[in-house]
C-alpha cells in the first residue's frame, strides 16, 4: 500500500531540538496548519540518570492535516522537505519521524548539510545504511560507545521488533539528550490520533500561516529578542543570508524538475528566509 492511499496508519512528527519560541517563526514559513508542543525530559531528581548529559529542550511539531495526500507525494518526502525548511538557517537539528502502512523511518536535517537517515520495513526489516546511523549519532552528539552501541542494534534482524518498535527504540536513545515526547504522541499512531492528542498537551499552541507580514514580524521578533550577535548584520550575515537565498533558488528549480513538491517548497522557504536576512541586514543598516 503506498503511503498517499490514505491509510489511517500514516503518520508523522517533527522532533526540533529547541524550545518552541524559537521554532515557531521557522513552524509558520512552512505554511501549514501545525501543534507546537513542548518535548523536554524531567529534570528533577538524582543520580547519573536523572537529568539529560546536555541542555537542549525540545520540541514536537504535528501536522494537523495531512499534506502527503494533498501533495500526491510519499509522507517520507514531505517530512523531509519539512525538516530541511525548518534546519536551514537555525542552530539547533530537526528530525522527522514518518511511518506508512509500508515502512517507518527517520531524516535529520541540520543546517546546510547533507540529509541523514534510515528507514525499516513495517514488520522492522532494516533497509538502511549503517554509516547513516553513526552519522546521525555524531550529528547530535551522541556518546560513540553506548549509545552507538544501541543505535547499532537497531540496524540489526530482530523478530520481535516491528517498524514502530525500531522508532520507539530511536526515541529511547534520544531521551539522554533530554527528549520526552508528550502522552500519546508516539510512533504507530495515525495522524487523526496524533493531532488530537497533541491539541490537549499542557503548552500546545497552533501555528497556522496568516500571511507574510504577521510571519516576518514573528521572525523580526525573535533576531530583536534572542542572542544571536554577528550573524544578524554585517558581512558575514549577509553572506549566509545570499548563501541561503542561491540554495534556495536551486532547490526550488529542482524540486519543480522532479515534480516534488515538497522539495520544492523547502526552496521556497529558503528563498524567503535568504530575502527576509538580506532585507533586515539592510533595514538595520539605514537605523
Known amino acids: 500500500m503506498n503511503a498517499t492511499s490514505g491509510s489511517g496508519s500514516v503518520g508523522a512528527l517533527l522532533l526540533c531540538a529547541a524550545e518552541p519560541e524559537a521554532v515557531r517563526p521557522a513552524a509558520h514559513l512552512l505554511r501549514e496548519r501545525l501543534l507546537l508542543a513542548p518535548a523536554d525530559a524531567p529534570r528533577s531528581g538524582s543520580g547519573a540518570d536523572a537529568a539529560p548529559r546536555s541542555p537542549e529542550r525540545w520540541s514536537v511539531v504535528v501536522p494537523e492535516g495531512k499534506p502527503w495526500l494533498d501533495d500526491g507525494e510519499p509522507v517520507d518526502r514531505v517530512l523531509a522537505g519539512w525538516a530541511t525548511a525548518l534546519a536551514v538557517g537555525v542552530t539547533w537539528p530537526v528530525l522527522a519521524l514518518w511511518w506508512d502502512a509500508d515502512r517507518a523511518g527517520f531524516t535529520l536535517a541540520s543546517g546546510f548539510r547533507r540529509q541523514v537517515g534510515y528507514e525499516w520495513l513495517a514488520d522492522g526489516t532494516p533497509v538502511g545504511e549503517d554509516e547513516a546511523m553513526r552519522t546521525f549519532a555524531a550529528r547530535l552528539g551522541l556518546d560513540p560507545v553506548l549509545d552507538m552501541e544501541s543505535l547499532a542494534a537497531l540496524t540489526r534482524p530482530d523478530a520481535d521488533a516491528d517498524g514502530r ?112 536576512g538580506l532585507a533586515y541586514d539592510r533595514l538595520r543598516a539605514r537605523v
Not at 176 to 200: N, Q
Not at 242 to 254: D, E, K, N, R
Request: proline share 6%.
Open 165 to 276: 518498535a525500531r522508532l520507539l527504540g530511536l526515541i529511547a536513545v534520544l531521551s539522554r539528550l533530554g527528549l520526552a515526547l508528550p502522552a500519546g504522541l508516539a510512533p504507530g499512531e495515525p495522524a487523526d490520533r496524533l493531532r488530537e492528542a497533541a491539541r490537549v498537551q499542557p503548552g500546545a499552541e497552533s501555528v497556522e500561516w496568516s500571511g507574510w507580514r504577521d510571519a516576518v514580524r514573528a521572525e523580526l521578533d525573535v533576531v530583536e529578542s534572542g542572542p544571536v550577535g554577528p550573524w544578524v548584520r554585517g558581512p558575514r550575515a549577509r553572506l549566509l543570508n545570499g548563501a541561503q537565498l542561491a540554495a534556495g533558488v536551486s532547490l526550488a528549480l529542482w524540486g519543480l524538475r522532479r515534480r516534488s513538491g515538497g522539495w520544492a517548497f523547502a526552496g521556497g522557504v529558503l528563498v524567503a528566509q535568504g530575502a527576509l
